[in-house]
């Protein structure tokens, strides 16, 4: 397990510049909006990360219902967690690139605005986990909210749309007109951050662990 | 499935005789509500134009904050006296005694409405229910909230610092029943045809049906000991 986690870490060093090098050196400079465009790579590929973190808090939220181990709900909240992070990396670099393209730092567009309730429900969550104190209550409780929150985030994006839509539709459209060199550097990126998520949850999983492990080491202390 | 209608009815009994004696939730939800109106109307210059197509909006808000109060006091009076305890030890289905409170709560807060929306009517110089499908729209909205704030509201009673917890993890799951309300509002009140309302209508209940079904499941896991 140990050298598991050591070999992602590592991986995780030396992906993270290559993704840097494919982002500025290897894509080339978009014609319209110029070097601002760089901010995408880094964009979507948070924003992979942050959905897909919210689709593992959910798959360990039913896991955790119904067989009641540790390790799912370690994970699940591990995964929000670094969830939140990484939304929170997706709205600030999607704010500074609306400011340079569309003129405004926020617009209620669906996945602006879905990203941001998908912030709050992480909020939420981890709040939830912050202040329940019985440490089984906390897995229930949050299990229910992650189950909850999964099935709300499809209906907020199509609400919103229906609402008013502006944000360019990259991927719906095959690509849309991106070179392909961009492609491979968004993968890239994708890649870089999907293993930089997998090296943090692993360490909040070992935190996790330890924590548990000295708890109950003090209760017994105690109890003599 | 008859014994499960009984033991919701006698539930939603028990709540309505006690709520009939003390009228707590429902005064100090009314109260507020009328408060939210009033301190709402401070925005807007008299006889406004717009203020047809922002009432909607108004009266949700309104009905939402009220309602958040209510929930949390109505669950509450369960959590102090142990009697949600003592309903999850008895041998009833647990679903009965959600969906009983789920009622009861429901009745609370139509209730509630009847008189803010004729009280509404003359504040705003609106008149809400102007359309036969309002009442789809009220109910479909208040059931949606009420599941979900039911849920949440006996998640929050056992937490730390309860009254911050329910806002912040009801709010953010309802947004696209709030958005769906406000925006069937404005369109019946205005008159528009019905492609402009019908897919929010549906959405409506798109919404209960889904979340039903999965409260329904997970509701089991929120009161096991």
């Known amino acids: 397990m140990k050298r598991y986690c050591a070999a992602i870490d590592i991986l995780t060093i030396i992906v993270i510049p290559v993704a840097l090098w494919f982002a500025f050196f290897y894509a080339p400079v978009e014609a319209r909006t110029g070097i601002v465009q760089k901010i995408f790579y880094f964009h979507v590929a948070s924003a992979w990360v942050g959905f897909g973190a919210l689709f593992t808090t959910f798959v360990c939220s039913i896991i955790f219902l119904v067989k009641r181990n540790h390790f799912s709900d370690d994970l699940a909240a591990a995964s929000a967690e670094i969830g939140l992070l990484f939304c929170t990396v997706v709205l600030l670099t999607g704010m500074i690139w609306a400011k340079s393209t569309w003129g405004a730092w926020w617009t209620w567009d669906p996945r602006l605005t879905t990203s941001l309730m998908l912030w709050f429900i992480y909020s939420g969550y981890l709040f939830l986990r912050k202040f329940t104190d019985d440490s089984e209550k906390r897995g229930k409780y949050s299990a229910v909210l992650g189950i909850i929150g999964f099935f709300d985030v499809p209906v907020v994006f199509f609400s919103i749309r229906w609402w008013r839509t502006i944000h360019p539709n990259v991927v719906q459209q095959g690509g849309g007109g991106m070179h392909p060199k961009m492609m491979t550097a968004m993968f890239v990126a994708i890649a870089a951050f999907t293993l930089l998520y997998v090296s943090l949850v692993n360490k909040r999983m070992r935190l996790a662990a330890l924590e548990r492990k000295y708890y109950f080491k003090d209760l017994e202390d105690k109890n003599g | ?225």
């Open chain 2, 1 to 225: 499935m008859l014994k499960f209608i009984k033991v919701v009815f006698a539930l939603v009994r028990k709540d309505i005789s006690l709520e009939y004696r003390t009228k707590e939730i429902m005064n100090s939800m009314f109260v507020f509500a009328f408060l939210v109106v009033v301190v709402f109307s401070f925005i807007f210059d008299p006889g406004e134009h717009e203020q047809a197509q922002i009432a909607g909006g108004v009266y949700w808000m309104a009905l939402i904050f009220s309602g958040l109060l209510g929930l949390g006091k109505s669950m509450q009076s369960e959590i102090t006296g142990g009697n949600i305890e003592a309903l999850i030890l008895s041998p009833i289905s647990r679903n009965a005694i959600f969906f009983g409170k789920v009622i009861s709560n429901l009745i609370f807060m139509l209730v509630m409405q009847l008189v803010m929306l004729p009280l509404f009517a003359a504040l705003y110089e609106v008149n809400i229910v102007s359309h036969v499908l309002m009442i789809a729209v009220i109910a479909g909205t208040t059931y949606g909230f009420v599941l979900l704030g039911t849920l949440f509201s006996l998640i929050a009673a056992r937490t730390r610092s309860r009254e911050i917890m329910l806002p912040l993890l009801l709010l953010p799951v309802l947004v696209p029943l709030i958005l769906a309300a406000i925006q069937t509002t404005g369109a019946l009140s205005a008159g528009d045809p019905p492609e402009e309302y019908m897919k929010w209508l549906r959405l409506i209940f798109v919404y209960d049906i889904i979340f039903t079904s999965v409260a329904a499941v997970v509701f089991d896991a929120v009161t096991e000991e």
